[in-house]
């Protein structure tokens, strides 16, 4: 079946810049969506169709996608970003999530 | 603006089956594109299937195929998801969400179904 691969870990100083990458052989052809969940919450979708942000998202959230690697980028990392992101794609038989990673911020 | 809100925690024993609803408002269920997604216990994100307007039809994973089944209730814009054969690796948090923008952009609360003897 088809995987998105995630690094398990991230971590990042607070005003910082982190990056979180997904692999997968598909995304050259489909789009990237990412969202970020906290302990205990729903997901939140923070970029969708590879590189837009939803209203009401921070700008300092980004992507962007090369070959078959797309990159959530968290510009200024605050506190209140620590928490699991997932990357989400889909292929022919339907959506797949990421592994998903972890952002701890130091 | 969407609003999602979820039936209750489950407790179910193995072979059981289970029925979680999710009542839309804000939207008609007609408008939108609903999907189910399960998380268990420290573990990530999977999808389960949902509505694809392009084929007008349920789609389900591979691996839920045969013991899911995703069905919507009109008149109440509330949908429904069913699992059966019950096992405990089906423990988890069961969420409905909505796809209008090709991502799931409004998500319900999450239903925990917890399986045991």
């Known amino acids: 079946s088809y995987e998105l691969t995630q690094p398990p870990s991230v971590s990042v100083s607070p005003g910082q810049t982190a990056r979180i990458t997904c692999s997968g052989d598909?995304?050259?052809?489909?789009?990237a969506y990412w969202y970020q969940q906290k302990p205990g919450q729903a997901p939140v979708l923070v970029i969708y169709?590879?590189?837009e942000r939803p209203s009401g998202i921070p700008e300092r959230f980004s992507g962007s996608s090369s070959g078959t690697t797309v990159t959530l980028t968290i510009s200024g990392v605050q506190a209140e970003d620590e928490a699991d992101y997932y990357c989400?794609?889909?292929?022919?038989?339907?959506?797949?999530f990421g592994t998903g990673t972890k952002v701890t911020v130091l | 603006q969407v609003q999602l809100v979820q039936s209750g925690a489950e407790v179910k024993k193995p072979g059981a089956s289970v029925k979680v609803s999710c009542k839309v408002s804000?939207?008609?269920?007609?408008?939108?594109?609903m999907h189910w997604v399960r998380q268990a216990p420290g573990k990530g994100l999977e999808w389960m299937g949902g509505?694809?307007?392009?084929?007008?039809?349920?789609i389900y994973a591979q691996k839920f195929q045969g013991r899911v089944t995703m069905t919507e209730d009109t008149s109440t814009d509330t949908a429904y998801m069913e699992l059966s054969s019950l096992r405990s690796e089906d423990t988890a948090v069961y969420y409905c969400a909505t796809d209008q923008v090709g991502a799931f952009d409004i998500w319900g609360q999450g239903t925990m179904v917890t399986v045991s003897s």
């Open positions: 989400q794609s889909a292929d022919s038989s339907g959506r797949v």
């Open positions: 804000g939207y008609t269920l007609t408008e939108l594109s």
């Open positions: 509505f694809d307007p392009e084929d007008g039809e349920t």
């Open positions: 169709k590879d590189s």
């Open positions: 598909a995304l050259p052809k489909q789009y």
